[in-house]
Every structure is written in structure tokens, then in C-alpha cells.
């Protein structure tokens, strides 16, 4: 079957929403933290991190890995089968490597471990909602013959 591109984007772009919102609410209940930690290793580095582009760029991106979730998700589904535990794994593949990614936050010291681990738990919930939302809307072309 083919992948149903539309669905892909409308899937995506829910999924971007509940990224979006969690890292809204993630960065609001963790910002004093952040700051201290930010201004720690760098002066003006907090300032920096939101001002308007910079905020713009974190809801495009979240918008962005939205898609790619549901991408992913369309792409691996006729291995594993549609469903909440195809889903899963693709929200665990993700999450993963976001640890990989931003592991070098923590080992530069941007941020401390407990700060990192905070946030890492928060993205397993985060792309597991957001993974969950993507996939319920995705479904296949029906292709007529």
C-alpha cells in the first residue's frame, strides 16, 4: 500500500501540537532551573535561547519532529502492523535518539545530570502522547481496482 501523504501531515502536524504543548509546559515548569543552569555555563545564554526566532524555531522543529513521527510510523507500519504498539516503538526510537543527541548537552555541562534526566523522562512521555496521537489519525490509501 501506499503512504497516505495527507494523512502523514495531518497525523504529523497533531502530533507536532502535543510535542509543542509539552515542551511548552516542560520549559514554563522547569524555567528557573533552566535559567540558573543556562547562565551558569554561559552568560546571556537564557536571554538568548528566547528571543522570538529562536522561540520560532522550537515550535517549527517540534512541528517538524511531529511529521517525522508519523512518518516514521507510516514507514514502518506494514512490518509491525497498524496500532498503538507500532506507535510505541516509534516513539521509542525517537526518544532514544534524542538521548543520543542531546547527550552532549550534559557532557559539555550545559546542564546538569538530574536536569537532563528531568527532560529525558518528560520526551519519553512527550513522544509517547505525541506518537499515540500521530497514529490514530494515520491510515493507509485504499486503492481502488
Not at 520560532?56 to 514502518?76: C, P, Q, R
Amino acid at each position: 500500500m501506499a503512504m497516505n501523504i495527507k494523512k502523514v501531515v495531518v497525523g504529523g502536524l497533531v502530533a507536532g501540537i502535543v510535542v509543542n504543548v509539552f515542551d511548552f509546559v516542560a520549559n514554563y515548569a522547569l524555567s528557573a532551573r533552566m535559567r540558573v543552569e543556562s547562565e551558569a555555563f554561559k552568560p546571556g545564554l537564557a536571554d538568548q535561547m528566547m528571543q522570538g526566532s529562536a522561540v520560532i524555531s522550537y515550535i517549527i522543529m517540534d512541528l517538524v519532529i511531529g511529521i517525522a513521527l508519523v512518518w516514521t510510523y507510516a514507514a514502518v507500519r506494514p512490518r509491525f502492523g497498524p496500532g498503538p504498539r507500532t506507535a510505541f516503538y516509534v516513539a521509542m526510537l525517537f526518544w532514544l535518539l534524542g538521548l543520543i543527541f542531546n547527550s552532549g548537552y550534559r557532557q559539555m555541562g550545559m546542564v546538569s545530570s538530574g536536569l537532563w534526566w528531568t527532560l529525558a523522562v518528560i520526551a519519553l512521555v512527550n513522544y509517547l502522547v505525541a506518537s499515540q496521537a500521530g497514529a490514530a489519525i494515520y491510515s493507509e490509501d485504499t486503492v481502488s481496482v
